[in-house]
């Protein structure tokens, strides 16, 4: 017969090496989870400091893929210099945390790049009328002018440079994430937040369609060819 003593104790000490051996496995798994992680291991990229983040003629990573996008403004109820502010915070979104940006052509023409990205601001999409945002392929993401976006903790300035942003994220192979607000990736709020996750991915596709060129460190200035 087990003395009813001895059996508590053998169960406090079973109990204690079970909860050291789950804390063992969780210490484990977590840096089986990290150290994938190590952008180091894709390709050197330049970590964000404050220093960088002070000084914003500093990409937190190079080398800054830079991607041909054209804008159609054909159909928007928006004026070209209201869209000068709207495609300068697409690029901020995607080159101050990832170091990706658009060089952006601004068009009145619906024909779209052999190469790149296109995407259509219009004030409704007819066939989706309550939707901010469509993707469909590089060269088919429509977006509305003034899309009707949730409120986020740091939120983007225009809910249009949000929700293209968020449609590029898609282009960079991105999914949604909606465990916060805050996120670029959560549909229907003013977040524009990348995780390191998103970055590596977003910055492996880019690799993939940037132009050849990676020694510029910016974008240049969007340009309105009407
Ligand atoms: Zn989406």
């Known amino acids: 017969m087990i003395n009813p ?15 050291e051996l789950l804390f063992c496995l969780s210490m484990l798994s977590a840096f089986l989870i990290i150290e994938p992680l190590s952008l180091n291991a894709i390709e050197s990229p330049k970590a964000l400091t404050d220093e960088a983040a002070l000084d ?48 952006i052509e601004a068009v009145n023409r619906d024909e779209p790049l052999k190469k790149g990205v296109d995407i259509w601001f219009v004030p409704v999409m007819k066939e989706y009328p309550a939707s901010n945002g469509y993707y469909n392929g590089d060269h088919e993401i429509y977006v509305r002018d003034a899309p009707i976006l949730g409120s986020a903790s ?11 942003a968020h449609e590029l994220g898609h282009v960079l192979g991105l999914h949604h994430r909606q465990d916060s607000d805050d996120n670029l ?9 990348l995780n390191v996750y998103e970055i590596r991915n977003a910055r492996k596709a880019a690799a993939q369609k940037a132009l050849p060129d990676k020694s510029p460190r910016h974008c240049g200035t969007p340009q309105f060819a009407f």
């Open 185 to 193: 990736m959560r549909s229907k709020t003013f977040g524009w937040l």
């Open 154 to 164: 740091h939120p983007a300035h225009s809910s249009a440079s949000r929700t293209a």
């Open 56 to 103: 914003i003629s500093k990409p937190p990573y190079v080398p800054v893929y830079r991607i041909p996008l054209r804008v159609h403004l054909g159909k928007s109820s928006l004026s070209p210099s209201q869209f000068k502010e709207i495609l300068a915070e697409i690029n901020h979104i995607w080159w101050s945390q990832a170091g990706i940006c658009f060089e």
């Open 5 to 19: 003593q001895f059996d508590k104790l053998l169960c406090g000490v079973i109990k204690r090496l079970g909860a």
